[in-house]
Every structure is written in structure tokens, then in C-alpha cells.
């Protein structure tokens, strides 16, 4: 699986949004992007993912540029439960276990 | 159930003992995961299951470790002989289908076990 880079940490101000980047410059054509989060003393939670194409669901929208290198978790809201490591991972579909990195720890303050 | 239940939520033991560390995924999940996190670090993966089988056992870090899985549901992790750097949180996850790509993965809250 490719190898992705994410800042170490990030601010945002409660109710702006959050925008987290990650780069995969190494991604192959068979990988998808995945966004996990974990809460302090909690198990990671499933975000969100995608292959080339924009996503959006209920908790964030993902932004993967056209040559697929980089890609940006986008939280349009940020709320103080936000505060999380936010893990970006590149894997293809039919691989069968989740490679963390370290992530980007994300600070909401008040 | 509703979610990944791990048991117990906490686990002191003393070191040279032998630790069993419970998962019951969510129904109908045919896959399934255990990671560990130490202190301050990421996640390390330890093993996985497509039903009863472990196609995977790369992670485990020593022949202390081992798990199983019967009926295709519950998981045990069984870590024998502990030493101290076996303190960590135990996570388990699981998937509706073998990579976990279609809605990704459920984890429990895992099980932090401190070996004294």
C-alpha cells in the first residue's frame, strides 16, 4: 500500500470548517484513499473513502485532486468533539487489512 | 449486536501470566481484526479472520500471541507468558466482508491490559 504523509497537527476554531491533507504521492490506480478518525480512548471510526471522484456523507466531504496525489478530509462544521487523530490510508480494494500511519492530530477549540 | 464488544474493558495482571482477551463482533461480520496501540502510538496490526480462519498472522510479535475464532463469530486472543511490554490497548474490529472497502471497518473499545 502506498505510503501517505499528514501533518502532525492542526487547530481549527469551533463551527469553522476543518480541512485535513494528506499526501499519497506513491498511490497506484487500484487504491483508495480511507479516512479514519479516533477519539482519545476510543477505537478508530470509519469516515469516510474514495477513488478519484469528490465524496460526501453525513460526516465529511473528500476532496482527491485529479493526478490522485493528494487528497483533503474536509469537516465543514468543526465541533469540539472533533478533537481526534485523523488517519489518512491508501489501500487497494482487495487487501485485506488497514496500514495506520501516525495522523494528524486535530485540535477544535472554543 | 449493535456494535464490536470487547471484554474486559480493563485487565491488570501480573507478569509471567497468561491473559485471554474476549471479541464479539458485530452479526453477520465475516471478518475480523485484532490491533494493538501502546502508549502515545499507533495502531499495529496483529491478526485477521475470514470466518474461522486466520489467512493472515503477520502481526502476531511473538509465539506468546495467539487467537482463534469459532463459529465465525466470537474471537479470543490469548497472549501467554506475559512481560511488560505486552501493555497496550487490544483492538478489535470487524467488517461485513473480507477487506472491509465497502463501509469499512467497526472497532470496539478495546481492552487495555497492564502487565505488572
Known amino acids: 500500500d502506498a505510503k501517505t504523509t499528514q501533518p502532525p497537527s492542526m487547530d481549527c476554531a469551533e463551527g469553522r470548517a476543518a480541512n485535513l491533507p494528506c499526501n499519497h504521492s506513491t498511490i497506484s490506480g487500484n487504491e483508495y484513499v480511507y479516512w479514519y478518525r479516533q477519539i482519545h480512548s476510543q477505537g478508530p471510526q470509519y469516515i469516510i473513502h474514495g477513488l478519484k471522484n469528490n465524496e460526501t456523507n453525513e460526516m465529511a466531504s473528500l476532496i482527491i485532486t485529479e493526478d490522485r496525489k493528494s487528497s483533503t478530509l474536509i469537516l465543514p462544521h468543526a465541533t469540539l468533539r472533533d478533537t481526534a487523530v485523523y488517519y489518512c490510508?491508501?489501500?487497494?480494494?482487495?487487501?485485506?487489512?488497514?496500514?495506520f500511519g501516525t495522523g494528524t492530530r486535530l485540535q477544535v477549540f472554543p | 449486536g449493535a456494535g464490536v464488544s470487547q471484554s474486559p474493558s480493563n485487565k491488570v495482571t501480573e507478569k509471567g501470566k497468561d491473559v485471554e482477551l474476549r471479541c464479539d463482533p458485530i452479526s453477520g461480520h465475516t471478518a475480523l481484526y485484532w490491533y494493538r496501540q501502546s502508549l502515545g502510538q499507533g495502531l499495529e496490526f496483529l491478526i485477521y479472520f475470514q470466518g474461522n480462519s486466520a489467512p493472515d498472522k503477520s502481526g502476531l510479535p511473538s509465539d506468546r500471541f495467539s487467537a482463534e475464532r469459532t463459529g465465525g463469530s466470537v474471537s479470543t486472543l490469548t497472549i501467554q507468558r506475559t512481560q511488560q511490554e505486552d501493555s497496550a490497548v487490544y483492538l478489535c474490529?470487524?467488517?461485513?466482508?473480507?477487506?472491509?472497502?465497502?463501509?469499512?471497518?467497526?472497532f470496539g473499545s478495546g481492552t487495555r491490559l497492564t502487565v505488572v
Open positions: 490510508i491508501v489501500r487497494a480494494y482487495n487487501t485485506d487489512k488497514l496500514i
Open positions: 474490529a470487524s467488517s461485513l466482508d473480507r477487506t472491509g472497502a465497502l463501509n469499512g471497518y467497526t
